[in-house]
Every structure is written in structure tokens, then in C-alpha cells.
T-cell receptor
């Protein structure tokens, strides 16, 4: 579940495996999407972004997929490392520059 | 270095008092945002501003107020009308809306009501 107000879902992954984090966004008019990583007690850090005219974008060890038909966004992390343990949020930007966040997923990397 | 600075890092407030959280950026960004984060939960938008002297309510604006008199500053006041103000507050900024670029975050202010 991605609703605000619920405690974060957790994804446990073995070190070296690939991780897939999912996000359902709410506004069909959103035209820009961002994935952030947040470590405990810190502000979110940018990972990767994608515009609505794309369906896939790759970065270093990360790939974002966008499915506008079902309003779904995913983040794939290749060869997950202990330093990837954090909370991951998706964000969507709609008209008027309003930037809103999904509920987040906690990723725990097991050695 | 360019960046976004929030102060203080920790803040304690007595019930019934207003308190102002500072957010300053030297990135020359037009847009600024305030979010609230409760333990184990996501970020909820309080207020945002696209340009100087303009701001809009987010999803949970009740009990909060902001001002945007200067491009680099977007202070948030938590008023006594906010019934449950204890939370982690995050400020962010991004370049002009048409560019669709990511928002950069400060390191947050943890507010505790005592």
C-alpha cells in the first residue's frame, strides 16, 4: 500500500540481488516523476527522474519505468548493496509545480 | 557551496507557542516547498511557493503559515492552531517550473512539543 498514514512497507533483499520498488501515483495529469532515497534522520536525496513522454530511463545501477496507462512507477536497483538500505519515495509533479510524494518503501539489504 | 539550509536542526516548543522554522537556499531556485514527515511515514505537503510573494496551500496547511518575501527564503511558522506539531519538517527547492527538474532537500528540522 502507498497511502499516506500507513507504516512503510518493507522490501528485504539479499545483497547482490536486484530490487524492484513500486509506486502508484494519483494524478493522471502529472508530467514529471522523481525517485528519492532517504536515510534515517536526513533529507531525501535525488536518485533518478523521468518525464511523462518517456517510459524508461536508466542511471547508474538504477532504472525507472513509467506506465501511464495504469499510473504506475517502478525503481529497479541492480546488484543491491548494503548502502542501498534506506527508505525510497516516488514523487510526482503536476501543473502549478505542486510536488507530492507517495508513501515510501523501506529497503533492507541482507548480507 | 550551493545548497539548501534548514535551521535549527532540533527545536522544542511549549504547547500554545508559535515557532518559526528557517529555510534558505542559494541555488537561485524559484520554487520552494515545506513537507511534514511523521515517524515511519511519507512526506506530506504543507505549503509551496512557485515565485516570490506567492504561495499555495498543500495538503495539510491548517495550523501553518508561510511567507516568501525573498527568493532565497521560505520560513514556516507552526502556530498554536496546529494540534499535533511534533514531526520532522523538510524544506525543498527546485528550479523554474517549466524546466521540470528535481527538488533539492535540506537536512530537516525535528520539532518536539514539550
Amino acid at each position: 500500500g502507498e497511502s499516506v498514514g500507513l507504516h512503510l512497507p518493507t522490501l528485504s533483499v539479499q545483497e547482490g540481488d536486484n530490487s524492484i520498488i513500486n509506486c502508484a501515483y494519483s494524478n493522471s495529469a502529472s508530467d514529471y516523476f522523481i525517485w528519492y532515497k532517504q536515510e534515517s534522520g536526513k533529507g531525501p536525496q535525488f536518485i533518478i527522474d523521468i518525464r511523462s513522454n518517456m517510459d524508461k530511463r536508466q542511471g547508474q545501477r538504477v532504472t525507472v519505468l513509467l506506465n501511464k496507462t495504469v499510473k504506475h512507477l517502478s525503481l529497479q536497483i541492480a546488484a543491491t548493496q548494503p548502502g542501498d538500505s534506506a527508505v525510497y519515495f516516488c514523487a510526482e509533479k503536476a501543473a502549478g509545480n505542486k510536488l507530492t510524494f507517495g508513501g515510501g518503501t523501506r529497503v533492507l539489504v541482507k548480507p | 557551496d550551493g545548497g539548501i539550509t534548514q535551521s535549527p536542526k532540533y527545536l522544542f516548543r511549549k504547547e500554545g507557542q508559535n515557532v518559526t522554522l528557517s529555510c534558505e537556499q542559494n541555488l537561485n531556485h524559484d520554487a520552494m516547498y515545506w513537507y511534514r514527515q511523521d515517524p515511519g511515514q511519507g512526506l506530506r505537503l504543507i505549503y509551496y511557493s512557485q515565485i516570490v510573494n506567492d504561495f499555495q496551500k498543500g495538503d495539510i496547511a491548517e495550523g501553518y503559515s508561510v511567507s516568501r518575501e525573498k527568493k532565497e527564503s521560505f520560513p514556516l511558522t507552526v502556530t498554536s492552531a496546529q494540534k499535533n506539531p511534533t514531526a520532522f519538517y523538510l524544506c525543498a527547492s527546485s528550479a523554474e517550473p517549466a524546466l521540470n527538474t528535481e527538488a533539492f532537500f535540506g537536512q530537516g528540522t525535528r520539532l518536539t512539543v514539550v
